[in-house]
């Protein structure tokens, strides 16, 4: 008799954690309600057992079985490899797996079926929603798109849906009624019919073709193609051929940004599809109606951020990985995944084939594909455009106004005299990246962190962009009482005012992660772009990412050079991929584009190959030279990041954790010293790491197995540490 359910919670300690079973229907993948400590928490059953290490009496039971389908085996199974694979809690990476509503002990227990429809004229109703009230509007919305509303599908609209329904129906604006069927309330969207696919080229085809005959097994494809050479419309063929044979096809995109326009695209080419898009920037309610949509199988398409990797898919075809070298597929905190990675994994285990899209591939993808593990295609011609002329401005000699150079400016003054767009990118935001005093060399550092503080203007203030920290701009040197203080270097702020004095006439929109904070600000910024209501955009590398602005023809790249002194050994693929990425803006219609970059060293090999547009070259000359001084993807990392309030405990800490490496006395495994990390001190914590590699993934894993829980601390250690396998940053 299996009486013992074995739960992985959300919580710091390994588990999984026994429970009775008692009367409930329990089976392993089931959602669970379970006491722990003094809350109740949902858990996931990894496993039934007859008997449990802990005493009967002891032994606290299952409250309550949530309503929704258990886990299946494929699920739980990623689960378990990310938990192995990442050395981190299972239960936790469960959690993160689940959409949060089902993370609720209570999931499912209120709900009632009933529905909701207008009694009235549903214009007092309209008039009533204030501005701000976007849940409030999407419920209004839904009501008038469907014919009636349950009170669940209410619910996932806006989380609110209760309360405000019931307002409305003391109003006598809609009225409640038992639900019918359930069909009844469903809506359908509504398009203008599909658009009509463009003739692929016969680069397009081919590849479209050779990845076709690989459907139906595991296959790991590199699609590399330059910017605007049309992977997309690669993407889409496939996509149809899946959804032909029933199959559903994940597309994954590093920005959560680009989710819309890619979304739109999609719809707009197979209107009869459901489709549906995963982001962490969904109401709770949403993203578990798209997830379950996605599971039930409904969703022929899911196209997401990294986190919709974890989406359960039961009739999987393709998995389409775009722009596959973008860093942002990597968490940067908590479980450390790598989404492009994790995609390869899903794929294998649904045997389904892979698609790695870029222009600028990963050397990890590339070197894989050179040495035939991955197989690849690729598409060298650009269908609606021509390549962009690259040009260098060499200011080694030149006075710089506010860091333009006075060919820059007339650049982009003829440029708009052309009513042409431009786009000056500059990787850095704020006003300048530090406040310095010029009699006695003090400059503004955050008290937390051992940071620069960067000047924001618009603001007036001062901003740390490690911990958050902001204070008021200084009006003298705190050291020597001089009132002259200037900000040294340029941020998008600084670009954005000078262009506007400079051109007085020209429109300037600045897009950075400040300008675009609000809520669909980047959408409405977009809009505006591409109506042609902004002559010159100033932005970061928000802008360099997959957007497509017909009458953008000259981009002009300020202040890359720094990338160049990065200790970082990735700072010069990652430099290259973000100029190609950027120069790809330019000139995509029937415009040729423009590339200025300013440089103090326009013959670097990186701009070089940046002018000839030549990846392959450049990527095998970073290839050997990693391989040459041991680095990936001709080695496996992984590092341990700690961090402590006091200096001493945090050292202790790593060098503890290293001579326990060092005990464990592997040849495969190269234990490095513990060194600072390269930002030594943020929020007031010191921070230190550890650096392992290995000459195979394997013996990384075997080692981390054996390593990891020698480290394992007391829940009330002052240090906190994690380990991220396979970092992205050093
Ligand atoms: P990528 O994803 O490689 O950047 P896209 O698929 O977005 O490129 O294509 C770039 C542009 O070229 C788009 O405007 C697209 O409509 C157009 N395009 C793509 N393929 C074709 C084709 N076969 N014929 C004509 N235009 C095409
Ligand atoms: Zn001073
Ligand atoms: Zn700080």
């Known amino acids: 008799m299996m009486t013992i359910a074995r739960v992985e919670l959300d919580v710091p300690i390994p588990g999984p954690f026994d429970y009775a079973i008692g009367d409930a229907a329990v089976v392993v993948g089931a959602l669970v309600a379970v006491p722990f400590g003094r809350r109740r928490q949902v858990g996931v059953v990894t496993a039934l057992a007859e008997t449990s290490a802990i005493d009967r ?31 981190h809690p299972l239960g936790q990476v469960l959690s993160i797996m689940l959409p949060t509503m089902l993370r609720k002990p209570d999931y499912g227990k209120r709900m009632r079926a009933w529905e909701y429809r207008f009694s ?12 701000r009230a976007t ?29 405000v329904l019931r307002e409305w129906v003391d109003k006598g604006w809609i009225e409640k009624r038992a639900a019918r069927s359930k069909s009844a309330a469903s809506s359908k969207i509504s398009s203008l019919g599909p658009a009509a696919p463009p003739e692929l080229t016969d680069e397009q085809q081919q590849a479209v073709d050779a990845i076709s005959n690989t459907l139906g097994s595991f296959a790991p494809w590199l ?24 199959r559903q096809t994940l597309l994954l995109v590093p920005e959560i940004n680009l989710t819309p326009q890619l979304e739109a695209r999609v719809q707009d080419r197979f209107p009869d599809l459901e489709i549906v898009s995963l982001h962490s920037g969904l109401a709770e309610g949403e993203r578990l109606s798209r997830w379950q949509k996605a599971r039930n199988g409904q969703a022929m398409i899911v196209l997401g951020t990294r986190l919709a990797v974890f989406t359960p898919l039961p009739r999987l075809g393709l998995v389409i990985v775009d722009e596959e070298h973008d860093a942002s597929f990597k968490q940067a905190e908590g479980l450390r995944y790598h989404a492009r990675d994790l995609a390869v994994y899903v794929a294998k285990s649904a045997s389904v084939p892979v698609l790695l899209g870029s222009a600028t591939p ?50 982009i003054s003829d440029c708009i005299g052309r009513a042409e767009q431009c786009l000056v990118y500059i990787n850095r ?64 702020q600084r670009v954005e005012e000078a262009l506007r004095t400079r051109l007085a006439d020209a429109r300037v929109l600045r897009v950075d992660s400040d300008s675009t904070r609000r809520r669909n600000a980047f959408a409405e910024m977009r809009n505006q772009i591409r109506s042609e209501q902004v002559d010159v955009l100033v932005g970061t590398q928000m802008l360099a990412k997959g957007h497509d602005f017909p009458k953008l023809t000259l981009v002009v790249i300020l202040g890359a050079d720094y990338a160049l002194y990065s200790s970082d050994y990735r700072a010069g693929e990652r430099l290259f991929q973000q ?23 326009p013959s670097h090999p990186v701009y070089q190959a940046l002018a000839r547009q030549d990846f392959s070259a450049y990527a095998a000359d970073l290839l050997a030279e990693r391989r040459h001084s041991g680095f990936p993807p001709y080695v496996y990392q992984a590092v341990l990041r700690a961090e402590a309030h006091r200096e001493d405990q945090m050292w202790s800490f790593l060098r503890d954790a290293a001579s326990k490496a060092a005990s464990l006395v592997d040849a495969n495994v190269t234990v490095y010293d513990c060194v600072p990390a390269p930002i030594f001190r943020v929020a007031g914590r010191y921070r230190g790491q550890l650096l392992l590699q290995a000459g195979s993934r394997a013996a990384m894993r075997h080692f981390l197995a054996r390593w990891h829980p020698m480290l394992i601390t007391p829940k009330a250690s002052p240090v906190r540490w994690i380990i991220d396998v396979d970092p992205v940053e050093l």
């Open 223 to 246: 699609l590399y193609g330059v910017t605007g050479s049309g992977k997309t419309e690669v993407y889409l063929s496939l996509i149809e051929r899946v959804a032909a044979s029933g």
């Open 120 to 131: 009235a004229d549903a214009s007092e109703l309209e008039a009533s929603i204030k501005p």
């Open 429 to 492: 935001r704020g006003f300048a990246p530090v406040l310095l005093c010029r009699a006695c060399g003090w400059m503004a550092q955050c008290q937390r962190c051992s940071a620069r503080l960067t000047l924001h203007s618009r603001s007036l203030k001062l901003k740390c962009h490690y911990c958050g920290h902001e204070e008021r701009i200084q009006r003298a040197c705190p050291d020597c009482g001089n009132q002259d203080l200037q900000g040294l270097g340029q941020g998008t």
């Open 135 to 163: 849940g409030q509007r999407r419920l209004l919305q839904a009501l008038q798109n469907a014919e009636a509303l349950d009170a669940v599908q209410a619910r996932l609209i806006y989380a609110g849906a209760p309360r």
């Open 362 to 411: 990963s050397l990890e993808t590339y070197a894989n594909a050179i040495e035939k593990r991955y197989r690849s295609t690729s598409l060298t011609l650009r269908p609606s455009a021509e390549a962009p002329t690259v040009e260098f401005i060499d200011v080694r000699k030149q006075i710089l106004d506010h860091g333009l150079s006075a060919e820059a400016l007339a650049a």
């Open 579 to 601: 100029l190609m990425q950027v120069a790809g803006r330019a000139g995509r219609a029937d415009l040729p584009g423009r590339v200025l970059v300013q440089t103090e060293f």
């Open 57 to 87: 009496s002891r032994l606290k039971c299952i409250e309550r079985v949530l309503p929704i389908e258990p886990l299946t085996a494929d699920t739980l199974a990623l689960a378990a490899f990310c938990a192995e694979y990442y050395r």
